[in-house]
């Protein structure tokens, strides 16, 4: 996460499953680099969150030459952008991590799922095994390895990697800033509390935020996750993934 009094910006790595990825410095270099990029890119104002993160996708691919950038695995993230202006809040979600909004007309879920679209059959095939077992581990190289071939192609979906042109894939648009009370920006890792396991909805989820923040709101994903580490309630492809939330009040 990154971000200034009126900017924030969440990156989820892909996960690798333990394929080669073409590229030495792996991929928390690369969402460290693409989050600082972002937010000098959208330093200017006057800037399209669009423009701002293609910009930052070549600048970082400018940073390591020497990688194999054409290998389908190279080191990628979701992106998920809100920026704060006088009279509007912009906001960017590339794949899923999802940028969610509380206001004048309820709750509001910006998030692209496409990722989700492709590839129901391998997907099954993980599901059906407990985490941390061999034939887990198995299915999830299986599945990622041919999630790498639609990865950022009209037949797939699209997250940031080495092209600039993802960007323009992305989910992006403007609301009133009248209308937002509270926002929040997060990983797949937090929403799947109400997406995936169901334990809370997005007014609780919310509610919770404001209560205790998002170490309160992670604490309870945890607390949840620790009921079902094998994943046999909720099949997933980790006991625990990444979560990061930023919590915005006006």
Known sequence: MAGTPTLVVV???LSTAGLNTGCRHGVPWYVAHLGSQIVSALSAPDRSLADGLSYAIERVTELHPGCDLDNPGTPSATVAILRESPESLDYLVLADSPVVFDGTAGISVITDL???EV???LKAEVEQYET???QHRKALQKL????RQVRNTPEGYWVAA???EAA???LSGTVPRVDVSTAAVMSDGVSRLVTEYRMATWSELFSTLRAGGPCELINTVRKVET???SGRRWPRYKSEDDATVAFCQW
């Open 11 to 13: 990156l989820d790595g």
């Open 114 to 116: 496409r990722v989700d």
């Open 119 to 121: 590839l129901p059959d």
């Open 132 to 134: 941390h077992t061999d």
């Open 144 to 147: 990622v390895s041919a999630q």
């Open 162 to 164: 080495t092209l600039p």
């Open 168 to 170: 323009e894939h992305a």
């Open 227 to 229: 009921t079902d580490p």
